[in-house]
């Protein structure tokens, strides 16, 4: 029993980081627009994390994209500018959103 309540709290541990990072998304509306698995009106996190894995320097790309906005990429509607989200949480988010599978 003790074993059994170990792992358990072991899996909690480990999904913590991605669940405080969706809690994040949340927080600064990003989830508004888009949504892990599909699209709404963006792109879905797992298309973005599946079109920048190879690309050296995504994370920093879209941490500015996030920030700053962006249009072009993924169709006619752009994304605009997040000014409430500072630079440390859009790298956490775009660290989040690259590690979608």
């Given at each position: 029993?003790?074993?059994?309540?170990?792992?358990?709290?072991?899996?909690?541990?480990?999904?913590?980081?991605?669940?405080?990072?969706?809690?994040?998304?949340?927080?600064?509306?990003?989830?508004?627009?888009?949504?892990?698995?599909?699209?709404?009106?963006?792109?879905?996190?797992?298309?973005?994390?599946?079109?920048?894995?190879?690309?050296?320097?995504?994370?920093?790309?879209?941490?500015?994209?996030?920030?700053?906005?962006?249009?072009?990429?993924?169709g006619p509607v752009p994304m605009p500018a997040n000014n409430q989200v500072s630079e440390a949480d859009a790298k956490k988010l775009a660290a989040w959103?690259?590690?979608?599978?």
């Amino acid at each position: 029993m003790k074993k059994a309540l170990s792992l358990v709290a072991a899996s909690f541990v480990c999904a913590a980081p991605a669940l405080a990072d969706l809690a994040l998304a949340t927080s600064k509306n990003c989830m508004s627009c888009h949504a892990v698995d599909r699209k709404v009106l963006g792109p879905s996190f797992k298309d973005i994390a599946a079109k920048y894995k190879d690309t050296k320097g995504a994370a920093d790309m879209l941490a500015t994209k996030i920030m700053k906005g962006g249009a072009g990429v993924w169709g006619p509607v752009p994304m605009p500018a997040n000014n409430q989200v500072s630079e440390a949480d859009a790298k956490k988010l775009a660290a989040w959103v690259l590690s979608a599978k």
